[in-house]
């Protein structure tokens, strides 16, 4: 069977979550018209970009068994990228990031509304409200969009407990990796187990298995997910924090440097400070954490982390992580051209510039 | 048949909630040792106290057509109180409350635990940023509660809906609840339709309805629910913002005049500004959204809100609309014994002192 590329896979997800958010938002709107501006951020905000990483592995995850390509199914896996939304407008208002994708981010679109409406009250504190709110209405419309996607009952169950798991992993992760910060110490073991929950679990092994579920397969391919998404998951952490320290602000929608202004205790910073002399090292964990560096202070940061070459190791060790997650993926139980297709992911996700 | 009382209920609905914690903790222990906190925290929160209304309406609901007490439908049902634990904690964080139920807030538990270890950065920002997760994960477990409650996979797609619904209208009641607060007019329509959305339908209709659909029960009882949970959940709302402003701290948990304080734009205010002189008027607008206000300042306004008739006329539209609602439990389609309890209910809902 021909299965759709990548890209159309990501379309159809696409479709799927502007049909989904469109019915949500009228409904906001015949309960108060003073619940437009939430419908319309909300739905921009799902609709507007995103790499939509975790639905297109549940849809991967879904036909690696060989499962013939439904429209159901794949609205089900879409759901899983409302999960990621809270996740993203939670994080940003914990994190007090102001943008995301080169727009404000939700908080401060809606401090933004605010200000323009010359509401009484601190605006930031109005921003903060209408963001956890926003958070948690995508985390509910998640459960929504599965239960409404027309796959059976018993189908449905059989994801249930993968898709518990995964939004409590997620949590989990979120917590240690803010805990992290405030213990604000280089450990290299910690910030790879953050790693895995954050990123390896919840963004791919859970998402392959959420969809192979779905399909009703359990031991062997959820194995093979396991070996492939772990190691895969802490690559694309991996490239995260490097671009969260190089990337191009014009391509990652964030200021560069973020990560350095926030203070994330990251593999790649656990890699810099262990090969650093004390003079730098103090440098460096003066720097962490510091939101007013200006821009010569993080290009100062940047040269440490390239000197020290624990860019290079870095770099590397994405390389280590990518090819034991593709050879993980040689496995009979796993449909050719899925596996391809996993391939592809793979490489895209540790690659990519955003 | 002889129904469990209320209170039985209600112990049962603990049992299930501390029982469902206990497991949630040792999942949580066992991703990482450094989630303890979180797991004693949140499990604390679910069972320490809490009137549980909305489970023990849901299980009425289910109880409604003349079902058989059932321990699955009880789990299921007790799965509520997870949504509404979802809301406390965030509302905690949005309204910046320091306190709930006589304990810290959730942020402030956590701000705490920052300042006790000595961490690095704002111990306010970790408290909100663990709140906001905390209570991401209690939504979440919301919906596992239900999915691992026992009960048949069409019994929980039937009530699945409702559910949803349930959860959207919550945030959507409390948006407009935060922005009316912001828009800071006294508006005696929109405060009573926000309470329509915030009590009566989250706390009330559909806690009812979603255990009617649980029981396979649809079209005539939601009818009888929704006109009975509509009138009680106003008359509820009522008697929260009598108690927002004239409560006793020692039994409510919360600082007396905490209403008056964070500047709520509640019914109560909005009958108290349109019976006022405009000088009185003033000292109201003055002092609602004043955090700084003191007892003999608090004590001023509470004079005010009495001198103006508006309390008397607060307590008459609650026995008016708590007549409205047992009027309404007179339908043949009702379990005599459920009406029996719908109105014990009702009276506890709307005498409560907390």
Known sequence: MVLPGITQIREAIDAELLEFTKARSSELNAIDSELAPVAKALSDFVTDGG????PIFAYLGYLGPGSTPNQNFLKACAALELVHVCALIH??????????????ALHKHFEDLHKKNSYKG??????????????????SWSDQMISESGISNLDAS????????MR????????????????????????????????????????????ASLAGESKELHKVFSNYGLPLGEAFQLRDDILGVFGDSAITGKPSGDDIREGKRTV?????????????????????GNPNLDSSQVAQIQQLVKDSGALDQCEALIEQLL??????LKHPALDAEVTTKLNEMAVAATKRKS
């Open 51 to 54: 790499k939509r990483f975790r």
């Open 122 to 139: 601190e605006p930031s504190k109005f921003g903060v409200a209408a963001a956890i709110l926003l958070g948690d209405l995508a985390l």
């Open 268 to 288: 790649l910073m656990a890699l810099t400070a262990s090969r650093l002399s004390a003079a730098d090292h103090s440098t460096l964990t003066a720097a962490l």
């Open 323 to 328: 090819n034991e997650a593709l050879n993980s």
């Open 168 to 211: 409590a992993e997620l949590m989990a992760g979120q917590y240690l990796d803010v805990l992290e910060g405030s213990i604000a110490k280089f450990d290299l073991e910690r910030s790879r187990k953050i790693a895995r929950y954050k990123s390896g679990k919840y963004s791919i092994e859970r998402p392959l298995q959420f969809g």
């Open 91 to 104: 994080d940003d208002v914990m994190d007090g990031s102001d943008s995301r994708r080169n727009k404000p």
């Open 158 to 165: 059989r994801a249930a407990p993968i898709f518990h798991e």
